[in-house]
């Protein structure tokens, strides 16, 4: 060997080293959401930026949730960035289990977060999880059944309207139900879609001395209101529809209107998947008349770092890359920008590109009408727009969409539920030291 | 003597057997069909049994996004691993219980079987905690434990029942032709309880193999095995069943097939004393 060879071997080896001692592994919990997988497709695209490389472990929503909690309290150190939503954000936060993400770099521009998605993912205006995607609620409607019925849609429509549309939509003989929404018990199912309809009724979970409100009429109303609606034009079998079940009625045409999660406007416009990808209109999620709240909530799936992580700067690294303005132009670029990541930069809906997609504008009117400080017309002493961010909220919550699931299946009253409720909430919250 | 038959009754229960049969095989049957679909067909309302498009898209995504080899290993090691360990420590102590019973003998084997009602979750950090301060956390050894001690009751509980039919008389010839105990369990009591110790080892494989709860608790990246696998196809907000099925299929595939092979040694382990 010549000098020459050996001095490149030498070189070569060392810049080996030097790779080996500053690249990581980190490993990322996530869930199997289509932006996700996207994500997972654009690893590579990391690796070359930083040489960092990434294991991904991808659960199930609720295996995840027990997975990253059980990992964190016990801290296990599995898990170097955990996907996580607008609920456990600030409760786990407060409790010190995640690095706070205040110094991310000036090229991240993280003053460009939407306020509504920082907001709800900071604990005391120190932010603890950077949002991936972020979604409000709205309604997607069938523009020729809107058309046929000879009917307009407003762009902010009242509780009052939509059901004048589902009666003049709904359809036996074509097997078209009038409005399709979640009945499925589960505080992020049909909890999330009652809760926001009751918001929008002027009704609330608690009092500011944490009394639960059940007994109060706004919240009979609202529930009569929505269980009358769905009986009438609503799919068979509604009590157990979630997400999936009215997602999958929608794309084949089964539904005039879906209020739902405002990320669903991609699957239902794109033709590959939805039979009605050409006909859907969108407009604000709708409120009672005379209530200035709307039935809009707000949610993020966000990427965070559990305290005790042996490799905190790789994983900031690997936010910073996945939450970026780059990334979403990589994917622009790639794949189009109806399919970017929707509702966690201001910058996305400053984009002229952007603004021609057509749920883009009332995706941000939706986010930017969800005040989580605010969910209802009377003050409350939580934070949540469709949950309250306390600890104890997601059993309870599960426990009380059971019994509206009931109502739904026909199982039991309107007045039967909300008492049952109300007892529920009572003893959770004096059991849990709030009252 | 067999009661007679007639041939009439004899149609009757082959073509109830054969209902039963194929209700209970449908789902699995309709995951299979449902991995070879489109996802709009996959959720066409009516559903569309037999008469669509054909189509491998699903195994193709699945295999590109999935590292499908190393979730098999694992759960292979992992299951045999399990079992292995499992049945090296139960003979001996059926053993000890079939032909050296004490007072106790029955207390114990409910006791032993008692640790089976207790859920799952009510010691998840304790073991999570033994765990971490073993080092164990995501790895192949610590499940391959967890599983050896969860099925264990019901290994050394089948073990015992088949020892139970083995005449001791037997045992003590080979004593008196100067076996010692080592030998007495691996010379003259194993050949004489293989099969009952073959259908142990086949359906502790397939609890272990279809284990859910520790398996996802306890694996992060490296040593999560096929029910991992499937667990990262299922969607919140999303519409993918059938790449669900397909990562479904692929998981049970390698044990259905085993089952199927050895279904006479299952069958006949799973009924031996039973007509006694």
């Known amino acids: 060997m010549n000098l020459?060879?050996?001095?490149?071997a030498a070189s070569a080896l060392v810049s080996v080293a030097a790779t080996a001692a500053t690249a990581d592994t980190i490993t990322i919990a996530t869930v199997n959401n289509g932006d996700m997988v996207r994500m997972q497709g654009y690893t590579d695209d990391f690796t070359a930026k930083t040489g960092h490389e990434v294991e991904w472990v991808t659960l199930e929503e609720n295996v995840l949730r027990q997975r990253v909690t059980t990992d964190i309290t016990a801290k296990g150190g599995q898990f170097d960035i955990m996907t996580i939503g607008m609920y456990e954000t600030p409760i786990w936060g407060a409790n010190g289990w995640l690095v706070p993400l205040d110094d991310l770099s000036e090229d991240y521009d993280a003053d460009d977060i939407l306020p509504a998605m920082a907001a709800g993912l900071s604990h005391d205006g120190t932010l603890y999880?950077?949002?991936?995607?972020?979604?409000?609620?709205?309604?997607?409607?069938?523009?020729?059944?809107?058309?046929?019925?000879?009917?307009?849609?407003p762009k902010a429509p009242t509780w009052e309207f939509i059901r004048e549309a589902a009666a003049a939509m709904d359809d036996d003989a074509n097997d078209i139900n009038g409005i399709c929404l979640r009945g499925k018990a589960g505080w992020g199912e049909g909890g999330a879609i009652i809760t926001v309809t009751a918001n929008s009724f002027g009704a609330r979970w608690f009092d500011e001395d944490w009394t639960p409100q059940f007994d109060q009429p706004e919240w009979k109303e609202a529930l009569t209101f929505f269980t009358n609606l769905m009986n009438d034009y609503g799919p068979a079998g509604y009590a157990t529809n979630g997400f999936n079940e009215n997602l999958s009625l929608f794309q084949q045409g089964k539904?005039?209107?879906?209020?739902?999660?405002?990320?669903?406007?991609?699957?239902v416009t794109n033709p590959d998947d939805s039979t009605?990808?050409?006909?859907?209109?969108?407009?604000?999620?709708?409120?009672?008349?005379?209530?200035?709240?709307?039935?809009?909530?707000?949610?993020?799936w966000a990427l965070a770092i559990p305290a005790g992580t042996q490799n905190e700067a790789a994983a900031k690294q690997f936010i910073e890359w996945a939450t970026s303005k780059d990334y979403i132009e990589l994917v622009a670029a790639k794949e189009g920008w109806a399919n970017v990541p929707p509702g966690a930069r201001t910058s996305l809906y400053e984009n002229p590109n952007y603004q021609e997609v057509p749920f883009?504008?009332?995706?941000?009117?939706?986010?930017?009408?969800?005040?989580?400080?605010?969910?209802?017309?009377?003050?409350v002493p939580?934070?949540?727009?469709?949950?309250?961010?306390?600890?104890?909220?997601?059993?309870?919550?599960?426990?009380?969409?059971?019994?509206?699931?009931?109502?739904?299946?026909?199982?039991?009253?309107?007045?039967?539920?909300?008492?049952k409720a109300q007892a529920i909430a009572m003893e959770e919250m004096e059991a849990a030291g709030y009252r | 003597m067999a009661r007679a038959v007639t041939n009439q009754r004899k149609a009757i229960n082959t073509a109830a057997a054969w209902i039963v049969g194929l209700l209970i095989f449908f789902p699995i049957l309709w995951t299979i069909l449902t991995s070879f679909k489109t996802e709009a067909v996959a959720i066409a309302d009516p559903p569309v049994f037999?008469?669509?498009?054909?189509?491998?898209?699903?195994?193709?995504?699945?295999?590109?996004?999935?590292?499908?080899?190393?979730?098999?290993?694992?759960?292979?090691?992992?299951?045999?691993?399990?079992?292995?360990?499992?049945?090296?420590?139960?003979?001996?102590?059926?053993?000890?219980?079939?032909?050296?019973?004490?007072?106790?003998?029955?207390?114990i084997l409910l006791w032993m079987l008692s640790t089976k009602m207790l859920p799952a979750v009510g010691v998840l950090y304790p073991i999570y905690l033994i765990f971490i301060n073993l080092g164990l956390l995501d790895s192949r050894l610590g499940l391959v434990v967890v599983l050896m001690l969860i099925n264990l009751p019901i290994i050394v509980w089948m073990l015992y029942t088949y020892f139970k039919e083995i005449p001791v008389d037997i045992l003590e010839a080979g004593r008196m032709d100067g076996a010692s105990l080592k030998d007495e369990i691996i010379y003259i009591l194993t050949p004489m309880a293989i099969p009952g110790i073959a259908s142990t080892l086949l359906l502790n494989f397939i609890l272990a193999w279809n284990e859910a709860f520790w398996t996802l608790n306890l694996t992060a990246a490296k040593a999560a095995p096929l029910t991992a696998f499937i667990a990262s196809y299922s969607s919140p907000e999303g519409l993918f069943y059938a790449k669900l099925s397909a990562a479904s299929t692929m998981a049970i595939a390698p044990i259905l097939i085993l089952g199927w092979f050895s279904q006479k040694q299952l069958v006949s382990g799973l009924t031996f004393g039973a007509v006694k």
């Open chain 1, 255 to 267: 539904c005039g209107m879906w209020i739902d999660a405002t990320v669903a406007a991609s699957f």
């Open chain 2, 50 to 107: 037999l008469g669509f498009d054909w189509t491998l898209e699903n195994y193709r995504t699945v295999l590109e996004r999935s590292n499908y080899a190393r979730f098999l290993w694992n759960s292979i090691i992992i299951a045999g691993g399990s079992t292995v360990l499992g049945i090296i420590v139960a003979v001996p102590a059926a053993w000890s219980m079939a032909f050296v019973p004490s007072n106790r003998t029955k207390d």
């Open chain 1, 382 to 419: 939580y934070v949540g727009v469709q949950f309250v961010a306390i600890p104890e909220f997601a059993g309870l919550a599960s426990q009380v969409s059971q019994e509206f699931s009931a109502v739904y299946a026909g199982q039991q009253s309107v007045d039967e539920a909300l008492e």
């Open chain 1, 276 to 300: 009605v990808a050409d006909k859907v209109g969108f407009a604000l999620a709708p409120n009672h008349e005379g209530v200035e709240k709307r039935a809009n909530w707000l949610w993020a």
């Open chain 1, 129 to 153: 999880a950077a949002p991936f995607y972020g979604e409000s609620s709205m309604i997607m409607y069938r523009t020729d059944l809107m058309e046929k019925a000879g009917l307009e849609m």
């Open chain 1, 4 to 8: 020459t060879n050996a001095l490149f």
């Open chain 1, 360 to 379: 883009a504008q009332t995706t941000l009117d939706s986010i930017l009408a969800a005040d989580p400080n605010n969910p209802t017309v009377e003050p």
